[in-house]
Structure formats: C-alpha cells, structure tokens
C-alpha cells in the first residue's frame, strides 16, 4: 500500500487487542508512527503501547488528541462508546473527522446521536484473526462520508486482513454471525478432530499439528482455486473410501442444517443486540478485549 503523501494524523481511542492490531497493521502498510495517537484510560495499557510502539504517541486522556486528526477511531467496549462519543463531539465538534467505529453492535445512528450532526460514520464489524493481520472485516458508510473517506476507512481495516464493503447497514448482522463469529465455529470443528485424533492414537502435538495444517491446506484450496468447496469436497470424497464413510455419518446428522440454524440464531442475536436502546454489556461476537 502506497504511503499518502500527506500528513493524515489518525486517532485510536481504545489500546487493547483490536487496537494494537489497527497499529500493527497501519504501521506495517507504511503510515509514519508519529501520525497515529492512541487513547487509552488504563495506565497498564498505555505502559504496554508506549513499549510496543515507542514512536507512536499515547495519552490517557482525550483532551491530549490532536486537533488535526482526519480520522478517530473507536476501538473499544459497546457500553462506553456514548461517553468516548461525547469528549469527542467536544474535541472535534468544529472540524468533525472521520469516525471509524468497530464497536460491537452499535448502530450508526445512535453513534450520530452522541457525536451530534455532521460527523461521517463508517461502522465495521472484524473479527478475531485481525489480531494475525489474518482477519476480515465488513464496513458500512453513513451518509455523510465521502469516497475519500471510505478510501482512508478502507486503508486503516485492510492492514489486517480482507474487508468487504456493504450498502446496508443492516446486513453487519449477517456479517457478525459468519465471520464475526465465524472463527469459533472453526475452532469447535478443530477441537472436535483434534480429540478424534488423539483418541485414534495421536499423540497432543501430531493431532494438532496434522489439523490445523490441514485446515490450512483446505482453506488455501478454497480461496485460491477454480472449485467450489462442493466440487473439492466430492474430488476428496472416492466411492467406498474413508472420507465417504466420514461424510455419510455427518449426512445422517445433518451438519448443513445444524450449522445453518446455529448463524442464523447468531444473526437474530446481533440483530437484537444492535438496535437496544441501551449497548449490551455482554460479551459479543469478535468484541475481543478491545
């Protein structure tokens, strides 16, 4: 990714996981560290930052932002969002900069509510694996950001991974039940064979070694082929053969409309999650200590 040829100061509220890898990832795609700020109220976190990105600057309160920030963004908690919203409406209330929130479940409605009016709002929903540059992101603008916006939106969330750009806000609810939550989906099926395996014979370390590279290996095939993982799945499946005989006993389950009621019962979640009135203080979909 090309560095910009201006100075695009860009503000974090929130130093935990999501934060450090929003950093990682704008640092590695060439963003000079003396134009990213981070807030964070927690002194252990900013003892933390200060460490891991000592040129980077890091404050612990939000009257220390710079007033030429283009973007700010909100990597932190649901259930503090209306308060970090406000000290920013009063910082920035007359230049209104971007806000790129990766808040869980929390509509851009009631973030221009607490911001007041003006502010352009792109909402995203990642999900674990940003924390391995590996991760994938849904965004979706409000009305008010313009096409540069979106390109320095988009420039901060590809750092870590995949992102796709929706028209509806409402479909982050979809969003959030396939990849929000999606990573621990994979991580039941890989525990899952993983003491299989080890119940067959393999030892700890050659089960989880075997699994994960095989898990590896098949998304690889997926993402990078010309089949789809129907074609691939009968391609591996021979008549007769172990993997027909495996499949056979996840058919008689029927693991398709398991796995199809279990996202849709997260998306109804996610739906309800994000239009209450007041932003849940359960834990939710890829909200991973931000």
């Not at 990714?1 to 990682?24: C, H, R, T, W």
């Not at 998304?219 to 009968?234: F, I, M, S, Y």
């Amino acid at each position: 990714m090309n560095q910009p040829s201006e100075k695009q100061d860009i503000v974090i509220f929130g130093g935990g996981n999501m934060g450090q890898a929003l950093i990682g990832g704008l640092l590695d795609s060439g963003c000079p560290p003396d134009e990213i700020t981070v807030i964070d109220t927690d002194p252990s976190t900013c003892s933390t930052l200060e460490k891991s990105f000592p040129q980077c600057r890091v404050h612990a309160e939000a009257n220390c932002a710079p007033l030429s920030a283009q973007v700010v963004v909100l990597a932190i908690k649901p259930q503090v969002v209306r308060l970090v919203c406000e000290q920013i409406s009063a910082r920035y209330g007359s230049v209104r900069p971007l806000i790129v929130s990766i808040a869980a479940g929390t509509l851009t409605r009631d973030i221009g509510t607490w911001l007041g009016a003006g502010f352009p709002v792109v909402r995203c929903m990642p999900n674990l694996p940003v924390l391995v540059r590996c991760g994938s992101t849904g965004l979706f603008a409000g009305p008010e950001v313009s096409e540069a916006q979106r390109a320095q939106a988009e420039r901060i969330l590809a750092g870590v991974g995949f992102t796709l750009w929706l028209e509806q806000e409402a479909l982050l609810d979809a969003v959030t039940a396939v990849s929000g939550s999606g990573p621990a989906y994979f991580f039941y099926l890989i525990e899952a064979i993983l003491e299989a395996g080890q119940s067959l014979g393999l030892n700890a370390d050659q089960a989880r070694q075997l699994t994960v590279h095989t898990a590896l290996g098949a998304a690889k095939l997926v993402e990078q082929g010309d089949q789809d993982p129907h074609a691939l799945r009968r391609a591996v499946t021979s008549k007769g053969g172990t993997t027909e005989a495996a499949l056979e006993i996840l058919e008689q389950q029927d693991m398709k409309k398991i796995f199809a009621t279990a996202i849709h019962h997260a998306a109804q979640k996610a739906e309800l999650l994000s239009r209450s009135s007041t932003p849940s203080t359960e834990t939710r979909a890829a909200d991973a200590d931000k």
